[in-house]
């Protein structure tokens, strides 16, 4: 199916797309490092790929993806762009509230950054009781058994960040931004206080990476997305089924 892309679209199409099928898809992303490896962008990337097919499967229209996030914990180092926690929930609301006004009927958020989905909770919540509109937040849907199966290497503490596991989705999206030859693996000590305090991961890792990303590779990203964009879609039409 045709990706229908909002930027690309005049506002007849895009009328016709909503009348066709009220659901738009939400690409959220970070700007951050991500290692010597891997670029800036990761989390736009993987957000935006994982949208497109979705979008592809579904009918649903694909909004311009948000390059920005709550990445704190990264500012101190170059490139890092980062957003107040509740200006991203602020910007996912306003999202929505300029979609209702002409028949979205459904907002997905698919998340490639685990730090905005405190944002996405939380606006969820707030726009249920706010709007005639159904919202439903998407991050790497049983990431945790994915991650089992198809890589070789544990995450550190529950968290996915320049490791084996996005590496590897990135060897599969965007391989041209990949460096291996710079991959390493790292994971450092966590302090008693670190989550009950202001101790942040920026303190913690001297590369950046929280893994082993020199295991990663394209086969394990592939199986990875591929198994990603089949239950997000499913989840998606279970969506629009209630609205």
């Known amino acids: 199916m045709k990706i229908k892309e909002l930027l690309y679209m005049n506002r007849d199409e895009v009328k016709e797309a909503i009348e066709q099928f009220p659901v738009a898809i939400l690409p959220l992303g970070a700007t951050e490092q991500h290692g010597h ?4 962008g990761v989390d736009v990337f993987l957000a935006e790929a994982l949208s497109r097919e979705i979008c592809a499967e579904t009918g649903a229209l694909l909004l311009p993806t948000l390059p920005f996030g ?7 180092i170059p490139g890092t762009v980062s957003l107040q926690q509740h200006h991203v929930e602020h ?6 509230h300029s979609l209702t006004r002409y028949g979205v009927k459904l907002l997905v958020l698919v998340n490639g950054h685990d730090a905005n989905n405190t944002s996405m909770k939380y606006a969820a919540r707030e726009l249920a009781d706010e ?6 937040y998407l991050f790497y849907p049983n990431w945790e058994k994915v991650m089992k199966e198809h890589c070789e290497s ?44 202001s101790i942040s991961l920026g ?19 592939k199986k990875m997305f591929d198994l990603f964009v089949s239950e997000m879609g499913k989840l998606v039409m279970e969506a629009y089924k209630g609205c």
């Open 37 to 40: 490896h891997l670029p800036l």
């Open 70 to 76: 709550y990445s704190w914990v990264w500012r101190d």
């Open 91 to 96: 910007v996912i609301k306003d999202v929505a």
């Open 131 to 136: 709007l005639d509109m159904s919202v439903v």
């Open 154 to 197: 544990p995450a550190w503490h529950g968290m996915l960040h320049a490791c084996e596991f996005e590496t590897s989705l990135m060897l599969a999206v965007r391989p041209d931004l990949v460096h291996m030859e710079r991959a390493v693996r790292e994971y450092p000590d966590k302090p008693d206080l670190y989550g009950k305090s």
């Open 203 to 221: 303190s913690l890792s001297k590369s950046g990476v929280f893994g082993d990303a020199t295991l990663a590779t394209a086969e394990k990203g």
